[in-house]
């Protein structure tokens, strides 16, 4: 965590914001400041429905306007949502992530990102369920 936070104070920013050129050092804050340009907000309030760019926004939300306070033990990780950055889809996990991009934005550049394992892994169970995604050609289906 040291050395992660020492990269924000270096002057080469390597990974930059296609919309507005601002850098980050860091591909999970540039991802969570995209959100600001899309306007994807996968952390969603159950009492109101709001919904907020950053899980750590919703949980000050729930405490500020609605007295809900998180009790989480200490050093308790919370659960893991997996964001669709296209359109704002959330899944319980990798697996459900990558099978909704390959079906919904077979173009994405986050298929062309996965590991190679994952892909694999998942391949077998895309063309074992041909019914879910019918739509795609025998040369996707190999990729």
């Known amino acids: 965590m040291l050395n992660r936070h020492l990269k ?3 002057q ?8 507005c050129g601002k850098g980050f050092n860091d591909t999970f804050d540039l991802k969570r400041h995209v959100r600001t340009h899309t306007g994807i907000r996968p952390y969603k309030c159950d009492v109101c429905n709001k919904a907020f760019t950053q899980r ?7 405490k500020k306007i609605h007295g809900v306070q998180q ?8 659960d893991k949502l ?5 359109c704002g889809y959330t899944g319980p996990t990798q697996e459900a992530l990558y099978l909704h991009v390959h079906s919904a934005h077979p173009g994405s550049a986050f298929l062309k990102k996965t ?5 694999a892994l998942l391949q077998g169970k ?7 995604n019918p739509s795609l050609s025998d040369e996707e289906e190999r990729k």
């Open 82 to 86: 997996y964001v669709c950055e296209e």
């Open 115 to 119: 590991s190679k394992k994952l892909a």
């Open 71 to 78: 009790q989480y033990a200490y050093k308790q990780r919370r």
């Open 8 to 10: 924000c104070h270096s």
């Open 12 to 19: 080469v920013k390597r990974h930059l914001c296609t919309f």
């Open 56 to 62: 750590c926004s919703l949980e000050s939300h729930l």
């Open 126 to 132: 895309l063309t074992s369920a041909p019914q879910e």
